[in-house]
């Protein structure tokens, strides 16, 4: 058994301290924001992912997790320490580090004789020298270890990875990190820090380009007759290229792809490279949000003074994350041309700070009342089941924006729906 400190209870950090309490290691987690502190601390989890509460209790119970206030805490004694802190856009694109060189600065000076730390956090080329200086220790190693889970799937993902990434010069601090997650069975990649940082990177950007192209092929569909969830299926067959982020949608959001590819563009750019391909990727989903803002307003004829009912309004389904959703950025553009929008999604109970403007209810039926269209945002696997009767009763004119292919048109339009999907 080994002892681990991990800093960050966000999904990262979260999915990283159960996966090592299931191996059975002793861990440590320290968290500066109180509230999520308190939750965690009261057996709960703050973040909304399946399985993990679970997983919380179990570890607690099994005395093998708890939580701490200070990175401190859990950095002193721990063999390894895992790295886990935001690391937002920062200024011109590129990724601000502070939250990393807090934490490292802050478990410099606590950590054991020979600790290991693992940066698992998404950092820009150079980020694990930037923690070697700011760490100050000859004896400390520290491993760049990029995580590649999904939100809605954290736990599963961190459990199951498809591969482990280990990026660090000094081969026995790899060859420790190895043995530590070899018991997950996946395969490893060893290489140098510089690369290890640039897969993550590389990674989200190839997703981010496979959505973008699946959107540009979805306008080619709309304007030639053809059905791009029948293209993609053809074309995603291909192991060569596979199916996963090749459906059309409102757009990639969320916490990582926009900040990922504004944090390579910004590294390729001080690299003397400028990285075209990634301008049109961004330009692509730019021009998305604005495509179903123009459905909508087609259908609710006309958008201003109308009711919009939005369903969905986190980046992604089964997930509470509202971070850079493309369903809000929809909305606050529909407030812009004087609609007033009203949004049920099944995790979000009340209007928050980002979601000023929009009236949020807790009832999928409510949100139509009186409303001009339906855009369907984000693809909560409900919405297929809900009664449709009913929302055309509701609706004032029964039209729907299907954002993301989820519904079944023919039935819908039996109904007397308008009924318009994503390039079908
Ligand atoms: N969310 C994802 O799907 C995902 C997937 C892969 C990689 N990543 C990357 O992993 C990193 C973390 O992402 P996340 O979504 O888990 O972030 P998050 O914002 O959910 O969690 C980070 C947590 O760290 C805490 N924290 C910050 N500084 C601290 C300190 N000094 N001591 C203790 N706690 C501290 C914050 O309060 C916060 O709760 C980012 O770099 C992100 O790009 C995220």
């Not at 805490?73 to 937002?88: G, K, N, R």
């Not at 601000?96 to 606590?110: K, P, R, T």
């Not at 601090?173 to 190895?178: H, N, Y």
């Not at 926009?258 to 990634?278: N, Q, T």
Request: proline share 4%.
């Amino acid at each position: 058994m080994s002892k681990c400190g991990v800093v960050g209870a966000g999904y990262v950090g979260l999915a990283t301290a159960v996966t090592l309490t299931h191996l059975g290691h002793e861990v440590t987690v320290a968290e500066v924001n109180p509230e999520r502190l308190a939750t965690l601390r009261d057996g709960r989890s703050p973040i909304l992912e399946a399985g993990l509460e679970e997983r919380i209790a179990q570890g607690v119970a099994d005395q093998l997790l708890r939580f701490v206030s200070d990175s401190r805490e859990a950095a002193t004694e721990a063999d390894f320490v895992f790295l886990c802190v935001q690391t937002p856009m920062g200024a011109s694109g590129r990724a601000d580090l502070s939250y990393l060189e807090q934490a490292a600065e802050e478990i410099g000076s606590v950590l054991a004789q020979d600790a290991i730390v693992i940066t698992k956090s998404t950092v820009p080329v150079g980020s694990s020298r930037v923690v070697e200086r700011v760490i100050r220790r000859e004896d400390v190693k520290v491993v760049s270890s990029p995580e590649f889970l999904q939100e809605g799937s954290a736990v599963h993902d961190s459990l199951h990875p498809t591969r482990i990434v280990l990026g660090c010069d000094d081969q026995a601090a790899v060859a420790k990190v190895a043995t530590l997650l070899e018991p997950l069975g996946a395969p490893m990649i060893v290489t140098n820090p510089a690369s290890a940082e640039t897969i993550k990177y590389a990674a989200n950007s190839f997703l981010a380009m496979k959505i973008s192209f699946a959107n540009s092929v979805a306008a080619v569909c709309e304007g030639i007759g053809a059905n791009v969830d029948d293209v993609m299926l053809g074309i995603g067959y291909d192991p060569r290229i596979g199916v996963a982020f090749l459906r059309p949608g409102p757009g990639f959001g969320g916490s990582c792809l926009p900040k990922d590819l504004g944090a390579i563009k910004a590294s390729s750019e001080d690299a003397g490279y400028k990285f075209e391909l990634l301008d049109a990727v961004e330009r692509v989903n730019e021009q998305q949000l604005e495509r179903i803002v123009n459905k909508i307003a087609r259908h609710a004829r006309p958008l201003n003074g109308s009711t919009v009912a939005v369903w969905g309004l986190t980046f992604k389904a089964r997930t509470a994350d509202l971070r850079d959703s493309p369903a809000i950025e929809i909305a606050r553009r529909l407030r812009e041309r004087n609609a007033r929008v009203v949004a049920y999604d099944p995790t979000v109970a009340q209007s928050g700070p980002e979601l000023e403007g929009i009236d949020v209810v807790t009832d999928p039926y409510a949100a139509t009342e009186g409303a001009s269209a339906l855009a369907v945002l984000t693809e909560w696997d409900e919405f297929r089941w809900l009664d449709f009767e009913k929302v055309a009763s509701l609706m004032k004119h029964a039209a729907i924006v299907d954002a993301r292919n989820l519904l079944d048109a023919a039935p819908l339009r039996k109904l007397g729906f308008e009924y318009e999907g994503l390039g079908r």
